[in-house]
């Protein structure tokens, strides 16, 4: 039996999806973001995707991450070069996860 698993997910311009937008920016007070909302604040930052997809894949733990993202900032590279990128820019949040799988897509 496949059990639902939690998911961000980040589609522009799709009016249905829940964007990360200044509305939703954390405030000062609010506790340090984590897990799926920190991976994707700072992709968001980073690449500015034209989509964005973050899933926790192990259960809800936090230890394995599915991440599909496209972006402008992948054109013109190798699929390689694409996910050095990904990892470089999540290199604390890797250190403290058992496992990655990143999907790149260069629009």
């Known amino acids: 039996m496949l059990s639902l698993l939690p998911r ?3 589609v522009r311009p799709a009016a249905t999806a829940r964007a990360f ?6 405030r000062s007070d609010a506790p340090p973001l984590q897990g799926e909302d920190l991976i994707v604040a700072k992709l968001t930052a980073k690449f500015s995707p034209t989509q964005l997809k973050v899933q926790d894949v192990s259960g809800g733990c936090g230890s394995f991450y599915a991440i599909t993202i ?3 900032a992948f054109k013109g590279l190798s699929i390689v070069k694409q996910h050095k990128l990904v990892n470089e820019t999540l290199k604390e949040e890797i250190e403290g ?3 990655l799988q990143i999907k790149t897509i260069a629009t």
């Open 97 to 99: 996860i058992h496992g």
């Open 21 to 26: 937008t200044a509305s939703t920016a954390r």
């Open 8 to 10: 961000r997910l980040l």
């Open 70 to 72: 496209a972006s402008d």
